[in-house]
C-alpha cells in the first residue's frame, strides 16, 4: 500500500505526509485512498523558495569590501 501511494504521488508535496491505512478493522480504507483523487494544487510542483543566510550575505560583503579586515 504504502508503495503504491509513494508511486503515484512521487516528487510532489503529498508524498511527505505520513500515511496510516486501516486493514483490519477498516478495510474500505485500503480502496477510499486509491480510488479518491488529490486536489489539483497538491499535484502541481511548485519550487521552493530558496533562504539566504544572514551569515552568508555578512561574509560576501566582508569578502566585497577591501578596506574591511
Known amino acids: 500500500m504504502h508503495q503504491v ?3 503515484t504521488f512521487k516528487d510532489t508535496p503529498a508524498a511527505d505526509v505520513k500515511l496510516i491505512v486501516g486493514n483490519k478493522n477498516r478495510r474500505s480504507a ?3 485512498l486509491i480510488c479518491k483523487r488529490p486536489k489539483q494544487s497538491l499535484l502541481i510542483k ?3 523558495k530558496k533562504r539566504q543566510r544572514k551569515r552568508q550575505q555578512s561574509r560576501k560583503k566582508n569578502i566585497s ?3 574591511n579586515k
Open 65 to 67: 569590501d577591501p578596506t
Open 46 to 48: 511548485k519550487p521552493f
Open 30 to 32: 485500503k480502496t477510499e
Open 5 to 7: 501511494y509513494d508511486n
